[in-house]
């Protein structure tokens, strides 16, 4: 996770996709609004993740896990300004409501 280059507050970029899984059914591209001053580079992605959405200057706005049930957006689909926004979130709700919960092990968990 870097700084980028230009600050995202409030404003809309349009996000490319991959149509798999969260993304299965959504306009591509899509507008999706932005409130982060943060990135993640390509090249720090462990191998077990990988890119599902990204702008056109190639910014990554989501990763899904190659073979667990976990997937991280870097826009806000509860938005107004993310015009597919509701639906990315049933499709998130009907892909792993099923899904067994993942244990997660590490510093903070008892």
């Known amino acids: 996770v870097v700084r980028a280059e230009r600050?995202?507050?409030?404003?809309t970029s349009m996000v490319y996709h991959d149509g798999?899984?969260?993304f299965e059914g959504?306009?591509?591209p899509f507008p999706a609004a932005r409130y982060h001053s943060l990135i993640v580079k390509k090249e720090?992605?462990?191998d077990c993740l990988e890119v599902?959405?990204?702008t056109e200057e190639g910014e990554i706005m989501a990763v899904r896990h190659k073979t667990l049930p976990v997937e991280g957006v870097q826009f806000h689909p509860e938005s107004i300004l993310t015009t597919s926004g509701k639906q990315?979130?049933?499709?998130?709700i009907a892909l792993y409501k099923k899904k067994p919960a993942i244990a997660v092990k590490g510093e903070g968990n008892n």
């Open 7 to 11: 600050l995202m507050h409030g404003k």
């Open 20 to 22: 798999k899984t969260i």
């Open 26 to 28: 959504l306009e591509n």
């Open 44 to 46: 720090s992605l462990p």
């Open 52 to 54: 599902s959405a990204w």
């Open 88 to 92: 990315l979130l049933r499709n998130f």
